[in-house]
């Protein structure tokens, strides 16, 4: 199957997608300039973590069915990853329910507050690599 | 444990208190390291982003060692070139590689070869928030 393509305005922030663990494989996806637009090919593997990303509301709360769904996992797998305190869900009288933050990190490879962070840093990224560049030019 | 830090990670953790660079460079469990050559590119571009630079100052004082680096750096860019995209980053893989460092902390990973720094040099590149997943991790 050939790599899904996302258009983006010029200046949208594309850093979100790095923050995937297999960056490598985004650093060498192609880019196609046009006009003040351009496209980004990403790999399927990388495709489903948008579309699930995306589909993560971190309001919202998920039932181990969903969860399961969403990962890819058997019912009693996600069940048993609760039990081990792998996926921190709350029982609530006998059914339990998985806020959107404790399944980030099967996402992104982060918890949701580093991801957080991560994301707080890269909005000013752009200005301190310029003045980086800069700087290590006139060294 | 020793992890060198690319200028970009010391000038996020200035700009912002609740990035992930700010929290990596207030780990405990960590020494920051940095070269002089990094500090002198630090000074310059605190300079023109207005930061203060009491800030920069009293952070490399309070957390960093600063590792010295041999060799002038038009030779070790050079030498190093093989590691990076752009020649005039090489200077940060010199400070890594001559600290002994095992991790080598940026957010600028298009501008390294990751592959030749983690296979040649045996120093993993990542980002402060994978740095400290795996920090949790341990």
Known sequence: MPPQKILYEEGVDTSFFLSFKDDIQIKEAHRLIRGNQYSIDIPDHVWYHVIMLRTIDTIKAYTPEQVAEMLQLSKNTVYDLINRGEIVAKKIGKLYRISAPSIFFFFTGLDYDLHQADQEDRKRLSSVEEEITKARAQL | ?138
């Open chain 2, 1 to 138: 444990m020793h992890v060198f830090i690319d200028s970009d990670v010391v000038i996020s953790s200035l700009l912002s208190s609740t990035g992930a660079a700010y929290f990596l460079l207030n780990q405990s469990q960590i020494k920051p390291i940095i070269s002089p050559v990094s500090l002198k590119e630090l000074t310059i571009v605190t300079k023109r982003m207005s930061i203060a630079s009491q800030k920069l100052e009293l952070l490399v004082k309070e957390r960093f060692e600063v590792f010295n680096i041999t060799g002038e750096l038009k030779e070790i860019r050079q030498e190093y070139a093989d590691y990076v995209t752009d020649i005039n980053d090489a200077h940060i893989v010199v400070g890594a590689h001559s600290a002994k460092v095992k991790y080598l902390i940026s957010y600028n990973l298009k501008h390294f070869k990751t592959d030749n720094i983690k296979g040649e040099l045996d120093i993993l590149l990542l980002t402060p928030a994978l740095f400290l997943q795996y920090l949790r991790s341990q």
